[in-house]
């Protein structure tokens, strides 16, 4: 994740807002590199309801300059924005497949100049893989799945298979089976990734 928040921090200096995977109210994961100013009276003033880079991504797969929502910005946020060096902007959103399910969406600024067309294709690439490494799995077994909230809890490979009245074999089975659908290099760090996405 480290390797895109830093492309997205080349593509937008003045600052960028990112939502992952979310649900009915909140984001999986969520990174705010705006200006701290701007996200005290972004806040403070309740912005995101007039926000039109917020309702645009909420309706729309896609990407799309401020410049071409300015007509719908009728409280002004893009001009309050433009006060802490937020001159141009992007916003970029898209879901799962089918337009049901989760959606991720980005919202990114730079002071200089618009946002070029490959940049913009950038961000929309940048957003659409991370939102893919966000997915739950939805082929974990249950018993991969108490293997791994052990592995978290931090018991060893033989308290586990005491535990669960199976053999370390099985238990080495399960967590390789477990790394493998989440593309996690060790035990640790696939129970990490499950404990992120909200499975154990």
Same mark, same amino acid.
């Given at each position: 994740?480290?390797?895109?928040?830093?492309?997205?921090?080349?593509?937008?200096?003045?600052? !960028?807002? @990112?939502?992952? *995977?979310?649900?009915?109210? &909140?984001?999986?994961? =969520?990174?705010?590199? $705006?200006?701290?100013?701007?996200?005290?009276?972004?806040?403070?003033?309740?912005?995101?309801?007039?926000?039109?880079?917020?309702?645009?991504?909420?309706?729309?797969?896609?990407?799309?300059?401020?410049?071409?929502?300015?007509?719908?910005?009728?409280?002004?946020?893009?001009?309050?924005?433009?006060?802490?060096?937020?001159?141009?902007?992007?916003?970029?959103?898209?879901?799962?497949?089918?337009?049901?399910?989760?959606?991720? !969406?980005? @919202?990114?600024? *730079?002071?200089?100049?618009? &946002?070029?067309?490959? =940049?913009?294709?950038? $961000?929309?690439?940048?957003?659409?893989?991370?939102?893919?490494?966000?997915?739950?799995?939805?082929?974990?077994?249950?018993?991969?799945?108490?293997?791994?909230?052990?592995?978290?809890?931090?018991?060893?490979?033989?308290?586990?298979?005491?535990?669960?009245?199976?053999?370390?074999?099985?238990?080495?089975?399960?967590?390789?089976?477990?790394?493998?659908?989440?593309?996690?290099?060790?035990?640790?760090?696939?129970?990490?990734?499950?404990?992120?996405?909200?499975?154990?």
């Amino acid at each position: 994740m480290q390797r895109y928040l830093d492309e997205y921090q080349l593509l937008a200096p003045a600052g !960028f807002y @990112l939502a992952l *995977r979310v649900g009915f109210a &909140f984001p999986l994961v =969520e990174h705010n590199q $705006l200006p701290a100013d701007w996200v005290r009276e972004y806040t403070a003033l309740g912005l995101i309801v007039h926000d039109p880079a917020i309702a645009w991504v909420y309706h729309n797969d896609g990407v799309a300059r401020w410049s071409e929502l300015g007509t719908e910005d009728r409280a002004g946020v893009f001009t309050l924005a433009r006060g802490h060096g937020l001159n141009f902007g992007a916003a970029v959103g898209c879901r799962d497949a089918g337009g049901a399910g989760q959606r991720s !969406f980005g @919202l990114f600024a *730079r002071a200089d100049r618009e &946002f070029e067309p490959e =940049e913009l294709a950038r $961000l929309r690439s940048l957003l659409g893989a991370a939102h893919q490494a966000h997915e739950r799995p939805r082929n974990l077994t249950a018993a991969e799945l108490e293997t791994l909230g052990m592995v978290k809890n931090g018991l060893l490979m033989k308290e586990m298979a005491n535990v669960l009245g199976v053999s370390e074999s099985a238990i080495k089975q399960r967590l390789k089976s477990a790394r493998l659908k989440l593309n996690a290099k060790t035990g640790s760090q696939a129970a990490a990734k499950a404990t992120m996405l909200g499975m154990i």
